[in-house]
C-alpha cells in the first residue's frame, strides 16, 4: 500500500534550472494538491486539482506549473527556479470533497527538500 | 480571506506535563477542522472535528471544537517525548471551485512542542 510517493527526496538546483516534482497516489482519489512549507509560515496551497484534467491555482501559484493527465499523477514544474523557491514541498490527496460535507482525511507524501543555489 | 491562528507557535515542557494546544480561525462557511502531527516528514491525521462540545479522543490525544467561539484545543496528557513535534491545525471553508470539489483548506503555521525527559 503505496499511498501517496514523491520524487525526488532531495534536490539542489541553480537559479534559472528547470524541474519536475513528481506525485503519485494508488488510491483512487480525486483530489491532489502541492503545498509548500517554510519555517514560521506553515503550509500554503501551490496549485490543487479535482480530477484528471481540472487544477486550479491555490495561494502561492506563481513560478509553478501543473497537469492532471491520470488520476494518479500529479506533477509540479518550477519552469525557472528561483532562492525563493528553496522549500520543503508535500503533494496531498483526498476523496472528492462532495463526497462528504465535512470534507475526507487528506493523506501527505513524505515530501521533497528542494534547494536552489 | 480565510485565517487559522494557532497558540503558541513553540512550548517546551517536561515529559509527564499536560498541554493543551489551540486554534482559532475565521473562515467562510466553515465545514470541518482537522488537526496533524508533523514529526520529521509528512503530516499524519490526528482528529477532525465538525460538531461543537463533541470531544474526539485517541489514547492521551483529545480535542474539541467550539463553533461558537471559533476555536479548538488539542490536549495532550501525562506527555511523553515521542510527542515532540509540530501539531498543525487546519480548517475547511467554502468551496472555491464551483465543480464542488475544492478542499478549502486552510492551515496554521503550527505549534513547535518539544518535550524534555
Known amino acids: 500500500n503505496a499511498g501517496v510517493t514523491q520524487t525526488p527526496k532531495f534536490q539542489v538546483l541553480k537559479t534559472g534550472q528547470s524541474m519536475t516534482l513528481q506525485c503519485a497516489q494508488d488510491?483512487?482519489?480525486?483530489?491532489m494538491s502541492w503545498y509548500r512549507q517554510d519555517p514560521g509560515m506553515g503550509l500554503r496551497l501551490i496549485h490543487y486539482?479535482?480530477?484528471?484534467?481540472?487544477?486550479d491555482q491555490g495561494e502561492v501559484p506563481n513560478g509553478y506549473n501543473v497537469s492532471r493527465s491520470t488520476t494518479e499523477d500529479f506533477p509540479l514544474r518550477l519552469l525557472s527556479a528561483a532562492p525563493s523557491q528553496t522549500s520543503v514541498y508535500f503533494c496531498?490527496?483526498?476523496?472528492?470533497?462532495?463526497?462528504?460535507?465535512?470534507?475526507?482525511?487528506?493523506?501527505f507524501g513524505e515530501g521533497s527538500w528542494l534547494t536552489v543555489v | 480571506e480565510d485565517k487559522v491562528v494557532q497558540s503558541p507557535l513553540s512550548l517546551v515542557v517536561h515529559e509527564g506535563d499536560t498541554v493543551t494546544l489551540n486554534c482559532s480561525y475565521e473562515?467562510?462557511?466553515?465545514?470541518?477542522l482537522l488537526w496533524y502531527k508533523q514529526e520529521k516528514k509528512a503530516p499524519t491525521f490526528l482528529f477532525m472535528l465538525?460538531?461543537?462540545?463533541i470531544e474526539k479522543k485517541s489514547g492521551r490525544l483529545s480535542s474539541i471544537l467550539d463553533k461558537k467561539e471559533l476555536f479548538s484545543i488539542l490536549n495532550i496528557t501525562a506527555t511523553q517525548t515521542g510527542d515532540s513535534a509540530v501539531y498543525l491545525c487546519?480548517?475547511?471553508?467554502?468551496?472555491?471551485?464551483?465543480?464542488?470539489?475544492?478542499?478549502?483548506?486552510?492551515f496554521g503555521k503550527g505549534t513547535h512542542l518539544i518535550i524534555q525527559p
Open positions: 496531498a490527496s483526498s476523496y472528492r470533497v462532495g463526497l462528504s460535507p465535512s470534507g475526507n482525511t487528506i493523506y
Open positions: 488510491m483512487n482519489h480525486e483530489y
Open positions: 486539482s479535482v480530477g484528471a484534467g481540472i487544477t
Open positions: 473562515v467562510t462557511n466553515f465545514r470541518s
Open positions: 465538525t460538531s461543537s462540545g
Open positions: 487546519a480548517v475547511r471553508g467554502s468551496y472555491m471551485y464551483s465543480g464542488g470539489g475544492a478542499d478549502g483548506l486552510t
